[in-house]
């Protein structure tokens, strides 16, 4: 049980990490760039998991995505998708859980990238989304990085969202925080415990010191 779940665990976080960085990187430009109507409201929605009891997330995340839902009986009915109580649902539920850190991170280098580099590259003729390519994204490169790693850490973590909308099916939903949760309950299973917690704990390290090597990797380029 302890190695599936780290599978699992290490899959949903991926997955989360993946799909919701795209997403991320478009509401953190918007938020640092652009000013509009609901800008507030916008910026209160991408913070909101990280104020609300993750139980709450994950009831909201059941009522919405369930199979009697609006969004999730659509799937269900439609692409024959079901979310709730499959890691697929479980991914979900990180990604949102997690999004709000991968924004702040995101929004903050692009805050802090110069738009007369921008600028200088669009009177040379290149287009937005040239200038977006070949100059944005490039400098905030350390800034995405730094919010994609600290989504996959969150995601890796997550357990309140994600026992509510998904439970902690034994190989199809339970990930580390679950089976930990799970084995506790369990007499005599404090070596299990101890294995999932010292993962747990080496992955967390590992994932940051990647981070920062290849953080500071980039930033030397970006100097070059």
């Not at 600028?119 to 995405?144: C, H």
């Not at 981070?211 to 100097?223: F, P």
């Amino acid at each position: 049980m302890a190695w599936a779940a780290i599978a699992l665990s290490l899959r949903i976080a991926a997955v989360a990490t993946v799909c919701s960085l795209p997403v991320a990187i478009a509401v953190a430009w918007l938020l640092a760039r652009k000013q509009f109507w609901g800008r507030g409201l916008l910026n209160g929605l991408v913070h909101l998991p990280l104020v609300l009891p993750p139980v709450v997330t994950g009831y909201l995340l059941l009522v919405v995505f369930g199979t009697q839902g609006p969004v999730g009986g659509y799937l269900r009915d439609t692409f024959g998708i079901t979310l709730a109580f499959r890691w697929t649902g479980a991914a979900l539920a990180a990604a949102i859980m997690a999004f709000p850190l991968v924004v702040r991170a995101i929004r903050l280098g692009f805050e802090a990238v110069d738009p007369g580099l921008e600028n200088a590259a669009a009177t040379l003729g290149a287009g937005r989304v040239r200038v977006f390519v070949k100059v944005t994204l490039p400098l905030i490169g350390p800034s995405v990085l730094a919010g994609a790693v600290l989504g996959f850490a969150k995601a890796l973590g997550e357990f309140g969202a994600t026992i509510t909308f998904v439970a902690a099916i034994p190989g199809q939903t339970q990930t580390i925080p679950t089976a930990i949760y799970a084995l506790l309950q369990v007499p005599g299973s404090d070596g299990a415990v101890a294995v999932l917690v010292a993962v747990s704990i080496a992955l967390a390290l590992g994932t940051l010191a990647l981070a920062e090597t290849l953080s500071r990797r980039m930033q030397r380029r970006i100097r070059e």
